[in-house]
Every structure is written in structure tokens, then in C-alpha cells.
């Protein structure tokens, strides 16, 4: 509890900085905007002084109309079964563990946004705190529900992917 109030303080006085993810304990972006959704959602905006300055610092659409998402523009729709995410996290959690870093620019961003997707959903389903509109738009009891089989399924698909390797080109192992 004590380190989580230190990243709050940590974030809220680095919020504009570029080293912000480099001093923070977060080893990425994801961690990171997982970390700060959360606190958003923990600290109602107006609740206490800090929860304001929460707000005020991180919430920059709440600030900005100019900025502002139509929302039927940003809706990501993903049609999951417990085989499909189960096959998600599973490769979320091989890649992270593997280095990549020698394939090209594409497939690198390919295999971040998947890890970053697997993180996102993980992150929904096992937080309590949804407001009403993300509860809709989630479809949280179904996601979760989704969630807790895919879990499940991982083990399996996990045991496959140890039999993959990353080679720098085709043909090479």
C-alpha cells in the first residue's frame, strides 16, 4: 500500500515528463496506463484534495473539450471465446518472456500491441471498479465470465508455444 501511494506521488509530480516510465516501477507503457486508469477509477474526482489533483493532472480530456473522443469513433469491438483469449494470454506471456528485439519495426509493434491487449482485458476483468458505462460497454459479467475459462485454457496453449523459437529470418533457427 505504502509503494503504491509512492507511484502516486511519483506520477502525479512527473506526469509531464519524459522519464516518467523510466523512474517509475513500471516496465511499460501498459503497466503504466493500467496503473493510472485505476487510480482514476480509486479516487472519484472531487472525493478529497488529492483526488482532484488526480484528476486535474491526468485527466486530460476532462480538460481539454478540444481533445475530446467521440466515443462511437473509439469503440474496439472483439469477439473473444475462452480459446481465443486463452490462446491471447498465453502468447502474451510467451513473447513477453522472449526477446524479440531482432525482428523488424512491424512485427515488434505487432507483438507489444498484442501483449498490451492481453494486459488491457486482464486488467478489466480482475478490477471490481467499473463504472456504469464501462460496465455496458465491456459487457463485464460476460468478459469475466470469458476471462475465468480462458485462464484455464492458457496452461494449454502455453505448453505448445515452448516448442516455438524467434530466429532473425526464415529458414533460421
Known sequence: MVRRFQQLLIVLSTHDEDY????????????????ITQLLLDYPAG???VASEIH?????????????????????????????L????????????????????????????LIELS??????CETDKHSLLMREILAIESLK????????????????FKQFTLSKSWGEV
Open 86 to 113: 486463452g490462446l491471447l494470454y498465453a502468447f502474451s506471456k510467451w513473447a513477453s518472456q522472449h526477446d524479440y528485439s531482432c525482428q523488424t519495426k512491424d512485427i515488434k509493434f505487432q507483438v507489444q500491441s
Open 119 to 124: 494486459t488491457l482485458i486482464k486488467h478489466a
Open 47 to 49: 472525493s478529497s484534495p
Open 20 to 35: 516518467l516510465l523510466h523512474i517509475s516501477d513500471f516496465t511499460s507503457l501498459a503497466d503504466l496506463t493500467c496503473f
Open 145 to 160: 465470465s470469458t476471462h475465468s475459462l480462458a485462464l484455464k485454457q492458457q496452461a494449454t496453449y502455453t505448453a505448445c
Open 56 to 84: 486535474y493532472r491526468l485527466s486530460r480530456f476532462n480538460h481539454a473539450p478540444e481533445n475530446e473522443v467521440n466515443m462511437t469513433d473509439s469503440v474496439l469491438h472483439l469477439r473473444l471465446s475462452e480459446h481465443s
